[in-house]
């Protein structure tokens, strides 16, 4: 890199050099061929690129364009669409694989119904047990609370509970766009 700082000053048309850095890039051309020919280069492309007219696009590009793009980010969206309700069935497939493999394993079928009703059962009388516990909790808040605080909390949840349908909507169906 013996030729460095000088290639930077002759590539770089933006860079402001001083007097001393302006003489010392005169005197390492007069001296070095290679920085001679990669100034005379630059210059040339320099001077092609700015005399060369602008070329404009040929008719229908524009709309050629936004049509291939709206090709684009539907065959995406169709491709997010896809791949949803593919992650889904497969969720839903394996978790019914491994239930039955687990119910063919470990038990037989009467049994296996007997320990679901006892479950489904013990599950219900828990839910009234929580609520037996919950419901007097609950009885005393109105009074604690005043109705527009639960409005106000009633609002914030239905919301975020929309924004969290519209987010997993934009998600499935429209598809996620890097803007």
Not at 76 to 84: F, I, L, S
Not at 108 to 130: E, Q
Request: aromatic share 14%; charged share 15%.
């Amino acid at each position: 890199m013996k030729h460095q700082p000088f290639e930077n000053w002759i590539l770089d048309d933006d860079l402001e050099l001083s007097q001393e850095q302006v003489s010392a890039l005169k005197k390492h051309l007069e001296d070095c061929s290679y920085c001679q020919e990669l100034d005379k280069n630059w210059q040339a492309a320099t001077m092609l690129l700015v005399t060369r007219p602008i070329l404009s696009p040929s008719s229908g590009f524009s709309l050629r364009w936004q049509d291939q793009f709206v090709a684009k980010r539907l065959l995406q969206q169709k491709k997010q669409v896809r791949k949803t309700f593919l992650f889904v069935f497969l969720g839903i497939f394996t978790t019914s694989i491994l239930l039955m493999l687990y119910l063919a394993l470990t038990a037989d079928l009467a049994h296996t119904l007997v320990t679901l009703t006892k479950g489904i059962i013990n599950l219900s009388f828990s839910f009234i047990k929580v609520a037996q516990v919950v419901k007097p909790f609950l009885n005393s808040l109105p009074t604690v609370i005043p109705v527009s605080a639960w409005m106000f909390l009633t609002t914030t949840f239905v919301t975020l509970t929309f924004a969290w349908f519209v987010a997993v909507w934009q998600f499935a169906f429209k598809g996620v766009y890097n803007q």
